[in-house]
């Protein structure tokens, strides 16, 4: 077995392995970036997420919000709520990436909770909680 990871845009480049001629050899393990989020987002993906036979379900992957707390002053999800509505516009949270679950968890939870922040995309050097 020979495992080529492709990375970028949220799983689109390596999901374009559905233009090559099947083989009955290559398998792709991808989330719900490839095959639900990248159609929405990007009017001009480079595959077609229907093009894939689903097979199995791996695995799940829950999304986890945290917060630094030397700079958070909160111990739960209300105390977090209330310090960003405290701080609107001056916060900032970090995602894997554009169109990422964990980037769509937090558009949803800023739509919820009626609060704002900045998004800071994750770099493999700097990695960010909720600050």
Known sequence: MVV???T????EVASRLAR???D???LLVGSIGVFAINAVLRPNLGYDPLAFT?????VTTPNVLVVNPDKVPATDLRGVIDWLRRNRGRT???TSGVGSSDQMTMELFKQLTETERLTS???AERRQPLT
């Open 121 to 123: 995309l994750m770099q």
């Open 8 to 11: 970028g845009a949220t799983g």
């Open 20 to 22: 090559a001629q099947p």
């Open 54 to 58: 689903p097979i199995t379900l791996a």
């Open 4 to 6: 080529e990871n492709r």
């Open 24 to 26: 009955g050899h290559t």
């Open 92 to 94: 900032s949270y970090s």
